[in-house]
């Protein structure tokens, strides 16, 4: 690209920055008059009351009372006060905004000692193929050591991705994903998971696991009701949640949708992406 054409990340600058360039980059004067890529979101910092979510999205669910602290850890940039309208819809993403590769995510208030993370696209575990699972875990170690209790979650029924995953301690307990047909399966089954009568799948490395799961799938309706196992869908990712820490698809029934909150929006690190 030429010297006088405006780069994609000038243009992000450009928008993030109120429209003005870093000053150790100071842009050419043809650049400044460059159209965007894409506008802004509208971020609304009017209080108001908790907004549910919890399909075709993640989520990190964060031991704290305080936004600041997690968005702090996640390392967050240019970070601004929304409310769960904004924030949950920013959280979504405009397809123009995803595809630019800004990764933008919602940090709720705090609700019943836990404070969420929600977006597109936090890096969570995959095939060994694509991230092995102990870089998934080393990305997210400095996070799992700076709280008590750390949760990943995923529901995406479109590309058939479900995932919950949990640090205790700065420790790994339990991760697991089933993405396409393929499985990560790290930990012993928790009782929480048991009590949901998921399929047990301890002590079996990811293929078998995989293997083990995509027979239970095909032929569960067909076993008697008392050997039936629950099958795994967009709901078990938020039914595990609700067991672990906090149900976000029951944003709009909990004791503190009596107050109106701001939670926060932010720019997620690159290494915390999918992408």
């Known amino acids: 690209m030429g010297s006088d054409k405006i780069t994609f990340m000038d243009t992000l ?34 209080p108001d009351f908790p907004v549910p979510f919890g399909y075709n999205i993640c989520w990190s ?24 309208a904004s924030g949950i819809e920013t959280a979504y993403g405009s397809a123009a905004a995803r595809a630019s590769g800004t990764n933008l995510v919602f940090v709720t208030p705090p609700m019943h000692g836990w404070v969420l993370v929600a977006g597109q696209d936090l890096v969570l575990p995959e095939s060994d193929d694509r991230l092995p699972l102990t870089r998934m875990m080393e990305i997210w170690q400095p996070i799992v050591e700076a709280f008590p209790d750390v949760q990943l979650f995923a ?27 393929g499985v990560v399966n790290f930990g012993a089954q ?15 490395d990811n293929r078998a696991a995989a293997e083990a799961l995509g027979n ?15 099958l795994i869908n967009e709901d078990t990712p938020p039914a595990v949640a609700n067991l672990w820490s906090v ?15 701001l939670g926060l929006v932010g720019k997620l690190p690159k290494e915390l992406t999918s992408r």
């Open 13 to 46: 600058r450009a928008i993030f920055n109120q429209g003005q360039y870093p000053d150790d980059n100071p842009a050419p004067a043809a650049e400044t008059a460059a159209e965007p890529v894409f506008a802004a979101p509208d971020i609304d910092e009017t």
């Open 61 to 84: 669910a964060v031991k704290s009372s305080n936004p600041e602290d997690v968005a702090k850890a996640f390392g967050l940039t240019d970070v601004r006060p929304a409310n769960w």
């Open 155 to 181: 529901s995406h029924r479109g590309s058939d991705c479900y995932s919950w995953s949990r640090a205790v301690n700065g420790e790994w307990a339990r991760v697991f994903a089933y993405v396409d047909g």
């Open 190 to 204: 928790t009782p929480d998971e048991a009590r949901l009568n998921l399929l047990d799948l301890s002590g079996m």
């Open 216 to 230: 239970h799938q095909d032929t569960a309706e067909s076993l008697p009701e008392g050997e039936r196992k629950a």
């Open 247 to 261: 149900d976000p698809r029951l944003f709009d029934d909990v004791d503190e949708a009596e107050t109106p909150s």
